[in-house]
């Protein structure tokens, strides 16, 4: 595991041209958009390879191992890269009995919900284990959707010319997806916003 580890640490500093001081963002969702097997995974490079290996064995560990959940994905996670992270989300996706507290931490971490490199595997996560979180971990998540803060700052950087109306509509957007992995445990007022989203949006897929 720590070999595997090893190796696509030092495949990912140098693949990036700023090496080390690139860290945490890899980038490694453009050639690998989800950990698990998938049609758009280049699987045919050495980084999608090493990434293939590692999660086959962390996850063997695990399910042979069920005590090691814990340690295996610390082990992976202190390699601090984002598909670092990736990964350790994921197993704690597919694994059953998992342990919730640690399931808790990463989705109550801002900087993962606001993270785009991890954005796959914390989507799946949430949509999992959403209804597990008590009422006031939930609150949490979705005072993160309302104010939408990050991306509002984001969205001011990145756009200086549109008009105020489409930055909120890219803001509503946003929000709108961020909705969707946990639109199954919406109640009331929440329920209610997401459906007029989805029809501001024409969104027809979901």
Known sequence: LEMLCHHLRDSIIYSLRKGERNKPEDFSYIQRPSIEN???????????LLITALRDVA????????LDIQRVIK????YEWNVFKRIGLHLLRVIENTPLDMIKERLLDKELFYCSGTHHEYYHLLKKYFHSLI???????LSWIDTADKWREDVEKSDTESPPDQKEKRIRWWQYHRLIPIQENLTDGWKQRFIDLKEELRDPEI
Do not use: L
Request: net charge negative.
């Open 59 to 66: 996850e063997g560990i695990c399910r042979s191992n069920p």
């Open 135 to 141: 009422n006031k971990e939930q609150d949490t998540i």
């Open 75 to 78: 082990i992976i996670e202190s």
């Open 38 to 48: 998938h049609e758009q995974n280049r699987d045919y490079t050495i980084d999608c």
